[in-house]
């Protein structure tokens, strides 16, 4: 001990030591034994007045020599009648006096016959939770296991390779195009084949542990020890539909274009069903979506331009050009300037700063490098092209929230509309002042908190992109204009399959590219060629800005970097 220091007692542990003396003492025991025995059954052994001590009593204090007159403090009574003990004890007749008669040794408790509880109401509350689908009886999996071995009889060895897989698929009563999911769930990629020993292990546990589409679906996607899928586990999946649909048959001959194609579907994928904007999707966010319904359709139609949701190569021929054309440098990034030049400076120098903040991309490469990436401009076009869905309006949401309180404030909507109000008036057109076009927001999202909008408020009006474009798009902000309101309602309320804006946007876009491209390559004997779409496509993959060392050569199957023009796997981080 360092010279000096006095040793000082620890209170808590004295304490600690004089209650565990205490409680071992025997008289502390039988006290606590009487306390419990008359805490279990009140009202027994009730003694009766003018009763003796029975044997075995707790021993009462003696009552105290009474003090000599003169000797009491002042205030303090005089000695009363003495009270009988079993009075003393009885809490009816003195609450606040403490029990003074305590068994002195152990008694037989006399306990109740407890009778069976009725059965718990939860117990009859049927299960509805089933996170990996809801078990269906009709299933005989001997039966499916049946048909999968005599499939598997038909080839080699029985061993299926994944020109087989398409059968098995149907034998496991599949759509067609699960057939590489199938596959690489097996563990096929490994060995080049498929044992029909290892295929029949994998299907039976998977019969027995997922009950409907999604949980099989992501169950043979995901990684092992996940139950969710990342954007890398569905390359797999799209690899194979590159190679196998006729469709996209013209890719076969080129090749460098399969990564891209890969990316922009994974994307539109993540865009639609992962509404969480986690990075990862979960059996119920793919039990939600229609995506399981589109890849059931790619077996039914050979033109995958009509799945327009997720599969369209027209749609991806549109974004890659529209990328093409703002990344001049070919640094396979584009930043703050070249995306102000899109759709010819139409946004606010305010909102895309805020696309560049981090609010809606992915990675800590924006805000280190102040760049974005393919993926992320792939999310970026179709929210800006098409504000009535509900990911593109969170998109709007976040960038319009600051302060990322959850509201739009009335600060937040002047912070963007001053800019407007600026451009405006550098066209020599009157901008109508700040509190004039509150109202008129006001009015139309008519939110339910007066000062602040929400993004369930916009959600449920019907002009969410008349809202947006009025804080942030100065082009679309004078469309709007020029339309009547009743015309912008019958748009919102047209009912029907009508096509999506981005649909609109898209087709017209492609409508258009194709149209250059045709120019740009007359027959030798100057009439005008008539291609096939496929040849149109064929010549627009050959064509100046496909020639141009925008993309490398894609990797091995599996081995796609979908990230390679954004950020490392290390800077990934959930929105």
Known sequence: MPPGKVLQPVLKMKVDELFLYWLSEASTQRMLQDCLRRIKAPGRDQPTPGDGEQPGAWPTAPLAAPRPSGLEPPGTPGPGPALPLGAASSPRNAPHVRGTRRSAGTRVVQTRKEEPLPPATSQSIPTFYFPRGR????????????????????????????????????????????????FYGAGGERTGSVSVHKFVAMWRKI???????????V?????????????????????????THPGLSFLKEASEFHSRYITTVIQRIFYAVNRSWSGRITCAELRRSSFLQNVALLEEEADINQLTEFFSYEHFYVIYCKFGELDTDHDLLIDADDLARHNDHALSTKMIDRIFSGAVTRGRKVQKEGKISYADFVWFLISEEDKKTPTSIEYWFRCMDLDGDGALSMFELEYFYEEQCRRLDSMAIEALPFQDCLCQMLDLVKPRTEGKITLQDLKRCKLANVFFDTFFNI?????????????????????GPELSDWEKYAAEEYDILVAEETAGEPWEDGFEAELSPVEQKLSALRSPLAQRPFFEAPSPLGAVDLYEYACGDEDLEPL
């Open 135 to 182: 078990p269906q009886d009709s299933v005989n999996v001997d039966a499916v296991i049946s048909k999968i071995e005599s499939t598997f009889a038909r080839f080699p060895h029985e061993r299926a390779t994944m020109d087989d897989m398409g059968l098995v698929a149907k034998a496991c009563g599949c759509p067609l195009y699960w057939k590489g999911p199938l």
């Open 207 to 217: 019969l027995q542990n997922c009950h409907d589409d999604a949980a099989k679906f």
């Open 219 to 243: 169950h043979l996607l995901m990684s092992p020890g996940c139950n969710y899928l990342v954007q890398e586990d569905f390359v797999p999946f799209l690899q194979d539909v590159v190679n």
């Open 475 to 495: 082009e679309k902000y004078l469309d709007h204009e020029q339309k009547e309101q009743i015309s912008l309602l019958r748009d919102g309320d047209s009912g």
